[in-house]
């Protein structure tokens, strides 16, 4: 297994790469090592070579690495999350990516303390087996998220359908980015909506090049 700084030296300058086909500055794209796969051991040699977020997608592996790591990364939550679920993670995380539904964001709002950053997942691709609003409800449901006050919508998230096509890929980080963009023109105080979550270890350079500010990188980086 290789190590994860030379992994991540390899992430980053493609990323570098991506940015500087379209002209985008690297340092608008965050990596979040998703370590979801990996022990805790492996999640601390990614916070050794310099990562700062980490992605978990289960409620009960983010709060053992979270005994272990504590407060010190910034823990974003990317799976799907069961509205009982919530009480225990609200605490820990600082990012939910994965918003579809009222009945979550109310139990988010009656459980947190303060605002959440969370992103609206968005099933863009229409594959039955994703999770997320298809892009259609977006709009509308965002606007229904007026009354949860502890709920910043700071952006979108999508997974892109698992295959090689570059220009299916792209096509559905360019929806995303579309959707984005009619979303902000709402200007709704709590939907700022300036980040895009999308782009995993196969298609990450696609989605920087598409306008990705957060992407959620597991195999290739920490290894699966
Ligand atoms: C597992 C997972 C990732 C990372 O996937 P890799 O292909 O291993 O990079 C990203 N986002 C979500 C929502 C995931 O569940």
New binding site residues.
Partial sequence: MKSVESNLQIITEKIAKACEKVGRDPEEVTIIA?T?YVKIERAQEALKAGIIHLGE?RDQELLKKYEVLGNQPIWHF??TLQTRKVKKIIDKVDYIHSLDRLSLAEEIHKRANRKIPCFVQVNVSGEESKHGLPPEEVLPFIQQLAMYSNIEIVGLMT?APYIKDEQILRNCFRSLKQLQDEIQNLKLPYAPCTELSMG???DYEIAVEEGATFV?????LVG?
């Fill in positions: 998703v979801k997608n990317i799976g997974m995993m270890s196969n959620r990188i597991g195999t290739s699966e």
